[in-house]
């Protein structure tokens, strides 16, 4: 299975218990470049503190959190700036590939291979049962893993400039993802993660 073509849909991804698919590169406004600098200039990014087995930690990466709801996740409530013409336009295209409506939209600002995100599930109540997480990544190529809770198998996939990555279904009930760090020279990389906040 060629997940890298040049066909302009997603590309089912197999797996148990969920649902994964990817497209290659998203059809974008400019260049993913010059759509990288952009929302890492226009946006006002935060370095949170969130809370992990009753203790406090600084995430190793910086945020922003845009749409109509806030957003609570490991302590942490996040109030929403409205979405810039940008985030819209990235919306609407992301809404059309996947078919499934997003309101809101967490930016993830991963500045170096130090910076990292660890081992978790999107499902917090307010996503609904069976969410779907529509997943654009900007910059450096990063390898996003997957961790079945049951049964520990382990998927991992890159994610290259400009892919999109679907997860939906029961993906956040039983798989874990993050981002490892790593010690290769990398440069920046963005992620915009779209859900539908309730």
Same mark, same amino acid.
């Given at each position: 299975?060629?997940?890298?073509?040049?066909?302009?849909?997603?590309?089912?991804?197999?797996?148990?218990?969920?649902?994964?698919?990817?497209?290659?590169?998203?059809?974008?406004?400019?260049?993913?470049?010059?759509?990288?600098?952009?929302?890492?200039?226009?946006?006002?990014?935060?370095?949170?503190?969130?809370?992990?087995?009753?203790?406090?930690?600084?995430?190793?990466?910086?945020?922003?959190?845009?749409?109509?709801?806030?957003?609570?996740?490991?302590?942490?409530?996040?109030?929403?700036?409205?979405?810039?013409?940008?985030?819209?336009?990235?919306?609407?295209? @992301?809404?059309?590939?996947?078919?499934?409506?997003?309101?809101? @939209?967490?930016?993830?600002?991963?500045?170096?291979?130090?910076?990292?995100?660890?081992?978790?599930?999107?499902?917090?109540?307010?996503?609904?049962?069976?969410?779907?997480?529509?997943?654009?990544?900007?910059?450096?190529?990063?390898?996003?893993?997957?961790?079945?809770?049951?049964?520990?198998?382990?998927?991992?996939?890159?994610?290259?400039?400009?892919?999109?990555?679907?997860?939906?279904?029961?993906?956040?009930?039983?798989?874990?993802?993050?981002?490892?760090?790593?010690?290769?020279?990398?440069?920046?990389?963005?992620?915009?993660?779209?859900?539908?906040?309730?």
């Amino acid at each position: 299975m060629d997940l890298f073509s040049d066909d302009a849909s997603l590309v089912p991804i197999p797996i148990e218990d969920g649902e994964l698919a990817m497209l290659a590169r998203m059809p974008l406004p400019a260049s993913p470049a010059q759509v990288l600098e952009q929302l890492i200039q226009e946006t006002t990014w935060r370095a949170e503190t969130i809370v992990l087995y009753g203790k406090r930690f600084l995430q190793p990466r910086l945020t922003a959190w845009f749409g109509e709801a806030a957003y609570t996740y490991s302590g942490l409530t996040l109030a929403p700036a409205p979405m810039t013409p940008l985030l819209n336009g990235l919306r609407s295209t @992301v809404e059309d590939l996947t078919g499934h409506r997003y309101n809101s @939209v967490l930016l993830n600002y991963y500045r170096d291979g130090a910076d990292s995100m660890g081992m978790h599930s999107d499902d917090e109540p307010e996503l609904g049962p069976a969410p779907a997480i529509a997943s654009l990544s900007l910059g450096a190529t990063r390898t996003f893993v997957l961790r079945h809770k049951l049964n520990k198998r382990t998927v991992k996939i890159d994610l290259r400039d400009a892919s999109l990555l679907l997860m939906a279904g029961e993906l956040q009930k039983y798989w874990l993802h993050g981002i490892n760090k790593t010690a290769k020279p990398i440069g920046a990389r963005l992620n915009l993660t779209f859900r539908y906040v309730a």
